[in-house]
């Protein structure tokens, strides 16, 4: 069970960035918005993107309170944002890791060691008390 939990969750975060990006681009390339504001629409996408994934596949979670979780994910989300930049802050700024493979290093661990636990017993986490995922 919890192999495919992390599966799906995995698979959800990038179904996420995915959405992210695609929106961005589509509004900064394709519609010509200015990137900042296009940058934080395609954020804001993916978070609902990876929300509502966790809440209908990956934890099954549908009979939870929806404010409730989202008020937890905006939380678990927040810190995530915090525990990436210091991530990318140590490798990158600290230690001279290049950007990138700083970024793909810390968003892996961030998103195992944290988003996905926090999702999991935190965010979703009535649904195992009535016997979901």
Known sequence: MILRLVARHQ???MAATAVDFGT??????GLGMDPVPATAIGAACGAV???TLGRTWIFNARAGSLGGQAARYAVTSATSLGLNTLGEWLLHGVLGVPYVAARAVVAIVVSLGWNFPMQRWF???GAFRRGGS
């Open 24 to 29: 961005m681009i589509a509004l900064a390339s």
């Open 123 to 125: 965010v979703f986490a």
């Open 49 to 51: 993107t990876n929300f």
């Open 11 to 13: 698979l959800s975060s």
